[in-house]
């Protein structure tokens, strides 16, 4: 194998991404929680043997998201960790772009997610959402809005304060 995979050798839906994988303490409830609050569809799952899910993947908008159960004894044996163990923060926040933000953030209030900043337009050309999620992940959801320059970006900055 060479040091980069071809093309062929990686499907589809993982060719131009990194995945991010994150371990909650119930993915059931979890992809239940993303289903509802940002529409995600639930693409496979793999229940660990002692119960629990050792591995699944959701679609959210056209981002894939692998998820697990934090305590399935392979993850322990890994030392996987959820947002909840590090005290509820976590140093990883998901962005995925979506057509309309302000709805995805009201589902996702209503849902149950925390809303930490409320849909705005920012500087650098998308209205963006911030929010938190029952499990302790952080997201930004952003609509485009506009394409900002880079010179554009830093005058903007520079008079952002």
């Known amino acids: 194998m060479t040091e980069h995979a071809t093309d062929i050798e990686i499907p589809d839906r993982y060719r131009y991404a990194v995945i991010p994988h994150i371990m909650v303490d119930d993915a059931a409830a979890a992809i239940a929680f993303y289903q509802r609050a940002f529409g995600a569809r639930e693409d496979f799952r793999v229940d ?11 679609t959210v908008g056209r981002s894939t998201l692998m ?6 004894d392979e993850a322990e044996a890994a030392s996987f960790v959820a947002p909840t163990s590090l005290g509820g923060g976590t140093p990883v926040t998901l962005h995925v772009f979506v057509s309309d ?18 849909p705005k337009d920012m500087f650098h050309g998308d209205r963006t959402v911030i929010l938190k999620d029952p499990f302790g992940h952080m997201w930004v959801f952003l609509t485009h809005v506009e394409d900002v320059s880079e010179e554009e970006l830093r005058r903007r900055l520079a008079t952002a304060g």
Do not use: Y
């Open 48 to 58: 660990a043997p002692g119960g629990g899910i050792l591995h699944a993947e959701i």
């Open 67 to 72: 998820l697990g159960d934090v305590s399935v």
């Open 101 to 118: 933000v302000d709805s995805l953030a009201e589902r996702a209030r209503d849902a149950g997610a925390e809303i930490l900043q409320p």
